[in-house]
């Protein structure tokens, strides 16, 4: 160790930079569900939320909710605001609120003003409040107004932050907040029009513990069995954001482990030419006694210790992430991140870091223990091919294994974590083979007439070549970044190109049963096309084959039909964009026992068959039906779609709107403007939504995930370049050796370099054609096994590829062996 770290520098960044991604990117995902946790109560608004679909709580279910405590409710719902010339108007998500609201933290506007201030009545006009983008969409200021279903608006101040915005569903368009007596002058909640009402409550007594608010709403299940309404308490204040955070963070976590394996390959990489380094010390240790064991375990330690090193450098990188991504945070969520030190993430990272060491080193060590004295002495290194002893070889495995299954059970998805990890382990493994192959075919490649090709050639295969560490570290990171770049580039081509062809153009919500033939008439006139439309109402499906939802345990891939409330509809015949694949259509005029056609991908996956019975909470009533056939639906087509369709008579008699869609082939922006402008006029209770903004809105998000993904991605090429840098860095020595015989032999530097670039070139092709290869395999996995979309090979993904392989191999090749053909002859023949 006092010789120093001296060729242990990429040894220190591979792993430093595995351990910093692992520990940081858990640090940050802890600091935001702390963060949740301890402000639960201002990011849901009270201690207990209720929340009804389509109906308001009736007075028996009032009065109990309000002898909870304090009680602030709220309305939401999608319209659209028009300014009050009727020259613009855009989609908005409606939130009307009372007096008491918020019940915690703070509604912050720009100027501050009190509740009535900003949202009572003034010269014929509710008051409101908008974010900038609304207002920059519509483009007014504040002081001007705006309509509203049949209501008037004036805009009073710029919304800054709502509380508990982070406990909502997400949203296509930005807030709109006005009072309830404002929403109910707008005239927008109608018999079946689609809005939740919630039922925010700061309880008299403070709950003593988790006991304490369970018992709540089993007391609050117990007396209103149809309420139908979720509940929600201030310890899972935003399930949909916990859940995310921990799902990116497991991805993250899977790809800085990756990064950590592909700087294994330098880790072995650095410890054989140390070990090589150290020969004539070992053959004086075995020469004076010592047994293998002993050598071993010496190295062992020292190689322990300077990894130490860098996985405390590691850990101080990632300590420090959360803090650096404070302020990013901050401007993505709407809630005060929780800074600070996180001991088991770090904790985490560190043992990660501990067995890619061991890892990585042992089989180098096993090498170096059965090389005989009298081999280091002639300068015979550590090259001769085959394995080690048996016992490193188990135990280098079993350190894998561990490894492995340590990701695997830290995962929240214990599923995709096992895919990610044999999908990892069988790239490693195939990329070794096809090491070993293109070393075997550089063996049998014929002889070529140019010298430098010649010497390219043979420098992949001989004895210390870096074909095998190159191959291994640079294709895995490059697999890496086609499968992401692959997957997303399918989805922006199925967002961007091929939704837009296949979807409608338009949806249009809350249509009531008594203006449905009016608006037709309307469509028809003003943009001809295909207009479908249908009745719809919500419901949340509360039992399967007479067994709570809440109890079951079903696929990952179904839990969100049971999750929140579902769009139903009733029809007398199978609807367009299905095609029944089992069971019988009920007949056009049936009245007998509730019949349900389930959507067949999501009924295989909940477990359904034929005959089993759904149980949906709709308008405050629990309905059971009986599973009647399956259908197969194209959700993909955007078009309308809906998991349960009913027979008619399920819902007779119950209020319910209208949904419609409008296809027009090769209609222009103006008219699809005009169309919107003449609806909003004559319907203003009518939600328009604009299929190619929404898909806008879709795009945008991807777009900021995938260059989040790929700059995460980005470190497993970062530690790719570190293992490239320590190869030619591990085979300088015999490269001197070679490029100093060489120019003795009369080679010039010109040809020398001209046949390391060949030699760069040729590994790098391979390389890049075998990451292309399996990364284009594991997105067409991914886009069209999981996520059931269309998937096509991108040239520009695999020109990239390979343009980036060959750059790193000869960029960072030649770098070093520019250095190399520096040496001057005579001190180097002087020692051979």
């Given at each position: 160790?006092?010789?120093?770290?001296?060729?242990?520098?990429?040894?220190?960044?591979?792993?430093?930079?595995g351990?910093?991604?692992i520990?940081?990117?858990?640090?940050?995902?802890?600091s935001?569900?702390?963060?949740?946790?301890?402000q639960?109560?201002?990011?849901?608004?009270?201690?207990?939320?209720?929340?009804?679909t389509?109906?308001?709580?009736?007075?028996?279910?009032?009065?109990?909710?309000?002898?909870?405590?304090?009680?602030?409710?709220?309305?939401?719902?999608?319209?659209?605001?028009?300014?009050?010339?009727?020259?613009?108007?855009?989609?908005?998500e409606?939130?009307?609120?009372?007096?008491?609201?918020?019940?915690?933290?703070?509604?912050?506007?720009?100027?501050?003003?009190?509740?009535?201030?900003?949202?009572?009545?003034?010269?014929?006009?509710?008051?409101?409040?908008a974010p900038?983008?609304?207002?920059?969409?519509?483009?007014?200021?504040?002081?001007?107004?705006?309509?509203?279903?049949?209501?008037?608006?004036e805009?009073?101040?710029?919304?800054?932050?709502?509380?508990?915005?982070?406990?909502?569903?997400?949203?296509?368009?930005?807030?709109?907040?006005?009072?309830?007596?404002?929403?109910?002058?707008?005239?927008?909640?109608?018999?079946?029009?689609?809005?939740?009402?919630a039922?925010?409550?700061?309880?008299a007594?403070?709950?003593?513990?988790?006991?304490?608010?369970?018992?709540?709403?089993?007391?609050?299940?117990?007396?209103?069995?149809q309420?139908?309404?979720?509940?929600?308490?201030?310890?899972?204040a935003?399930p949909?954001?916990?859940?995310?955070?921990?799902?990116?963070?497991?991805?993250?976590?899977?790809?800085g482990?990756?990064?950590?394996?592909?700087?294994?390959?330098?880790?072995?990489?650095?410890?054989?030419?140390?070990l090589?380094?150290?020969r004539?010390?070992?053959?004086?240790?075995?020469?004076?006694?010592?047994?293998?064991?002993?050598?071993?375990?010496v190295?062992?330690?020292?190689?322990?210790?300077?990894?130490?090193?860098?996985?405390?450098?590691?850990?101080?990188l990632?300590?420090?992430?959360?803090?650096?991504?404070?302020?990013?945070?901050?401007?993505?969520?709407?809630i005060?991140?929780?800074?600070?030190?996180y001991?088991?993430?770090?904790?985490?990272?560190?043992?990660?870091?501990?067995?890619?060491t061991?890892?990585f080193?042992?089989?180098?060590?096993?090498?170096?223990?059965?090389?005989?004295?009298?081999?280091?002495?002639?300068?015979?290194?550590?090259?001769a091919?085959?394995?080690?002893?048996?016992?490193?070889?188990?135990?280098a495995?079993?350190?894998?294994?561990?490894?492995?299954?340590?990701a695997?059970?830290?995962?929240?998805?214990?599923?995709?974590?096992?895919?990610?990890?044999?999908s990892?382990?069988?790239?490693?493994?195939?990329?070794r083979?096809?090491?070993d192959?293109?070393q075997?075919?550089?063996?049998?490649?014929?002889?070529?007439?140019?010298?430098?090709?010649?010497?390219?050639?043979?420098?992949?295969?001989?004895?210390g070549?870096?074909?095998?560490s190159?191959?291994?570290?640079?294709?895995?990171?490059?697999?890496l970044?086609?499968?992401?770049?692959?997957?997303?580039?399918?989805?922006?081509?199925q967002?961007?190109?091929?939704?837009?062809?296949?979807?409608?153009n338009?949806?249009?919500?809350?249509?009531?049963?008594?203006?449905?033939?009016?608006?037709?008439?309307?469509?028809?006139?003003?943009?001809?096309?295909?207009?479908?439309?249908?009745?719809?109402?919500?419901?949340?499906?509360?039992?399967?084959?007479?067994?709570?939802?809440?109890?079951?345990?079903?696929?990952?891939?179904?839990?969100?039909?049971?999750?929140?409330?579902?769009?139903?509809?009733?029809?007398?015949?199978?609807?367009?964009?299905?095609?029944l694949?089992?069971?019988?259509w009920?007949?056009?005029?049936?009245?007998?026992?509730?019949?349900v056609?389930?959507?067949?991908?999501?009924?295989?996956?909940?477990g359904?068959?034929?005959?089993?019975?759904?149980?949906?909470?709709?308008?405050?009533?629990?309905?059971?039906?009986?599973?009647?056939?399956?259908?197969?639906?194209?959700?993909?087509?955007?078009?309308?779609?809906?998991?349960?369709?009913?027979?008619p008579n399920?819902?007779?008699?119950?209020?319910?709107?209208?949904?419609?869609?409008l296809?027009?082939?090769?209609?222009?922006?103006?008219?699809?403007?005009?169309l919107?402008?003449?609806?909003?006029?004559?319907?203003?209770?009518?939600?328009?939504?604009?299929?190619?903004?929404?898909?806008?809105?879709?795009?945008?998000?991807?777009?900021?995930?995938?260059?989040?993904i790929?700059?995460?991605?980005?470190?497993?090429?970062?530690?790719?370049?570190?293992?490239?840098?320590?190869?030619?860095?591990?085979?300088?020595?015999?490269?001197?050796?070679?490029?100093?015989?060489?120019?003795?032999?009369?080679?010039?530097?010109?040809?020398?370099?001209?046949?390391?670039?060949?030699?760069?070139?040729?590994?790098?092709?391979?390389?890049?054609?075998f990451?292309?290869?399996?990364?284009?395999?594991?997105?067409?996995?991914?886009?069209?096994?999981?996520?059931?979309?269309?998937?096509?090979m991108?040239?520009?993904?695999?020109?990239?590829?390979?343009?980036?392989?060959?750059?790193?191999?000869?960029?960072?090749?030649?770098?070093?062996t520019?250095?190399?053909?520096g040496?001057?002859?005579a001190?180097?023949l002087?020692n051979?």
């Amino acid at each position: 160790m006092r010789g120093g770290l001296r060729g242990f520098f990429v040894f220190l960044a591979c792993i430093a930079l595995g351990v910093a991604a692992i520990g940081g990117v858990n640090s940050v995902a802890r600091s935001i569900s702390a963060a949740v946790d301890s402000q639960g109560q201002e990011i849901l608004g009270g201690e207990i939320r209720f929340r009804l679909t389509q109906r308001e709580a009736n007075d028996a279910e009032k009065a109990w909710i309000a002898s909870l405590g304090t009680v602030s409710e709220s309305a939401s719902m999608r319209s659209m605001a028009q300014r009050e010339d009727g020259s613009n108007q855009a989609l908005v998500e409606v939130k009307a609120v009372d007096g008491a609201y918020p019940l915690y933290g703070s509604l912050v506007t720009d100027p501050p003003l009190d509740h009535e201030t900003l949202f009572g009545e003034r010269d014929g006009a509710f008051g409101a409040v908008a974010p900038s983008l609304l207002l920059d969409r519509l483009g007014i200021r504040v002081g001007e107004r705006v309509k509203l279903g049949r209501g008037l608006f004036e805009i009073r101040a710029v919304l800054v932050t709502e509380p508990d915005a982070v406990s909502e569903s997400f949203g296509f368009a930005p807030r709109l907040m006005v009072s309830l007596d404002g929403l109910k002058a707008a005239g927008l909640i109608q018999p079946g029009s689609l809005f939740q009402y919630a039922y925010r409550v700061k309880l008299a007594e403070p709950p003593s513990g988790s006991n304490a608010l369970k018992s709540l709403r089993n007391q609050a299940s117990k007396l209103f069995p149809q309420a139908g309404w979720n509940v929600r308490t201030f310890e899972n204040a935003a399930p949909s954001l916990s859940s995310n955070v921990e799902r990116f963070s497991q991805f993250l976590t899977l790809v800085g482990l990756t990064a950590l394996v592909v700087g294994g390959v330098g880790v072995a990489n650095a410890v054989r030419a140390y070990l090589d380094s150290k020969r004539s010390v070992i053959a004086t240790f075995k020469s004076l006694g010592a047994s293998g064991n002993f050598v071993v375990l010496v190295y062992l330690l020292q190689i322990m210790l300077i990894a130490l090193v860098g996985i405390a450098a590691g850990l101080a990188l990632g300590a420090m992430m959360p803090f650096g991504a404070q302020a990013a945070l901050q401007q993505l969520l709407p809630i005060p991140s929780e800074v600070g030190f996180y001991p088991r993430a770090l904790a985490l990272a560190a043992v990660f870091g501990i067995l890619t060491t061991l890892a990585f080193a042992l089989l180098p060590l096993g090498r170096a223990r059965d090389v005989p004295a009298t081999a280091l002495f002639r300068e015979m290194g550590f090259e001769a091919r085959g394995w080690p002893r048996k016992t490193y070889v188990v135990a280098a495995l079993a350190i894998a294994v561990a490894l492995a299954l340590l990701a695997i059970f830290h995962a929240q998805e214990r599923r995709i974590a096992t895919i990610f990890v044999v999908s990892a382990v069988c790239a490693f493994l195939v990329l070794r083979l096809v090491g070993d192959l293109v070393q075997t075919i550089a063996r049998h490649a014929p002889r070529v007439r140019s010298t430098a090709l010649r010497l390219a050639i043979g420098n992949i295969h001989r004895p210390g070549a870096l074909t095998p560490s190159v191959v291994v570290s640079l294709g895995l990171g490059l697999t890496l970044l086609a499968t992401l770049a692959l997957i997303d580039g399918n989805l922006r081509r199925q967002i961007g190109d091929r939704l837009p062809d296949v979807a409608p153009n338009f949806f249009f919500v809350d249509i009531q049963p008594h203006e449905i033939e009016d608006f037709s008439m309307l469509v028809e006139r003003e943009l001809p096309g295909k207009l479908i439309r249908v009745p719809m109402l919500r419901g949340r499906v509360v039992e399967l084959n007479g067994k709570d939802t809440r109890n079951l345990k079903v696929a990952p891939e179904g839990e969100w039909v049971l999750r929140g409330d579902r769009g139903i509809t009733y029809s007398a015949t199978v609807p367009e964009n299905s095609t029944l694949v089992e069971g019988e259509w009920w007949p056009e005029n049936y009245d007998g026992e509730p019949l349900v056609s389930f959507s067949a991908q999501e009924g295989k996956e909940l477990g359904l068959k034929l005959g089993d019975t759904i149980t949906v909470n709709v308008l405050g009533r629990n309905i059971t039906a009986r599973i009647a056939n399956f259908r197969r639906v194209e959700w993909e087509t955007l078009a309308m779609n809906f998991v349960m369709v009913f027979s008619p008579n399920t819902f007779a008699g119950a209020p319910h709107a209208w949904l419609s869609t409008l296809t027009a082939e090769n209609a222009t922006p103006e008219e699809e403007s005009r169309l919107l402008n003449a609806i909003t006029r004559a319907f203003p209770t009518v939600t328009s939504i604009r299929v190619k903004d929404a898909l806008d809105v879709v795009n945008e998000l991807v777009s900021q995930l995938s260059t989040a993904i790929r700059a995460a991605a980005s470190v497993a090429l970062i530690a790719s370049v570190l293992v490239l840098s320590g190869a030619l860095a591990a085979g300088s020595k015999a490269r001197v050796h070679d490029a100093v015989v060489l120019k003795t032999l009369g080679a010039t530097r010109r040809m020398l370099v001209r046949a390391f670039a060949y030699e760069y070139l040729l590994i790098g092709l391979a390389t890049a054609i075998f990451g292309l290869l399996a990364g284009a395999v594991a997105s067409w996995y991914v886009v069209a096994r999981i996520m059931k979309l269309s998937w096509t090979m991108l040239p520009e993904v695999a020109v990239g590829t390979v343009a980036l392989a060959l750059v790193l191999t000869v960029v960072f090749g030649l770098i070093g062996t520019w250095r190399v053909l520096g040496h001057k002859a005579a001190p180097v023949l002087r020692n051979l």
